[in-house]
T-cell receptor
Framework: GENVEQHPSTLSVQEGDSAVIKCTYS??????FPWYKQELGKGPQLIID?????GEKKDQRIAVTLNKTAKHFSLHITETQPEDSAVYFC????????????FGKGTKLSVIP | EAQVTQNPRYLITVTGKKLTVTCSQN?????MSWYRQDPGLGLRQIYY???????DKGDVPEGYKVSRKEKRNFPLILESPSPNQTSLYFC?????????????FGPGTRLTVL
């Protein structure tokens, strides 16, 4: 099955700075990589995803990059704001033809005003 | 409002006392799933369902049961809860059973087993 490693586990940045969270995966056949944001007391919510046929995807201040050769993908948040403070999870398909996602262990991002 | 609801939101129980956590979605989604979230372990899938009467084990199914008799409901059953099932539980749903569909998560159920 898939193994997803996520780093760092905690990240503190000053408001306005950029934040980068990295994930590696083990199954070279994986082709879909979502990122979920979990605010305090709530369930995770999809913020961006990328498929293996593209190397980068942007949505306003959020971007995800994918390096299939190295089997890693990263979440980039620019011009961070206090409301970006949350736990972020990456994920990858559990296996070829799988209907499951394997999640990383999460990164707690704190944006300091 | 399109949503996934879970009940109860908080539950404290004792070892061995059967309990059910309900999950319901109003989006006509085919795929539903249960996860548990533990500190340092992230989200781990317990069971999932591709459609009515179709369920399958996730990564940590031991000690849990599920059923999918109606499309909108996917209850999680703990027949004989144990302290190691103390956790935060999330139900999720997505339109189709393909992996590249957004999963919509419920608000969570915090379970404590004494």
């Amino acid at each position: 099955g898939e193994n997803v490693e996520q780093h760092p586990s905690t990240l503190s940045v000053q408001e306005g700075d950029s934040a980068v969270i990295k994930c590696t995966y083990s199954d070279s056949a994986s082709n879909y990589f979502p990122w979920y944001k979990q605010e305090l007391g709530k369930g995770p919510q999809l913020i961006i995803d990328i498929r293996s046929n593209v190397g980068e995807k942007k949505d306003q201040r959020i971007a995800v990059t994918l390096n299939k050769t190295a089997k890693h993908f990263s979440l980039h948040i620019t011009e961070t704001q206090p409301e970006d403070s949350a736990v972020y999870f990456c994920a990858a398909p559990t296996g070829a033809g799988s209907y499951q996602l394997t999640f990383g262990k999460g990164t707690k991002l704190s944006v300091i005003p | 409002e399109a949503q996934v609801t879970q009940n109860p939101r908080y539950l404290i129980t004792v070892t061995g006392k059967k309990l059910t956590v309900t999950c319901s979605q109003n989006m006509n989604h085919e795929y539903m799933s249960w996860y548990r979230q533990d500190p340092g372990l992230g989200l781990r899938q317990i069971y999932y369902s591709m459609n009515v009467e179709v369920t399958d084990k996730g990564d940590v199914p031991e000690g849990y049961k599920v059923s999918r008799k109606e499309k909108r409901n996917f209850p999680l059953i703990l027949e004989s809860p144990s302290p190691n099932q103390t956790s935060l539980y999330f139900c999720a749903s997505s339109l189709f059973g393909t992996i590249n569909n957004e999963q919509f998560f419920g608000p969570g159920t915090r379970l404590t087993v004494l």
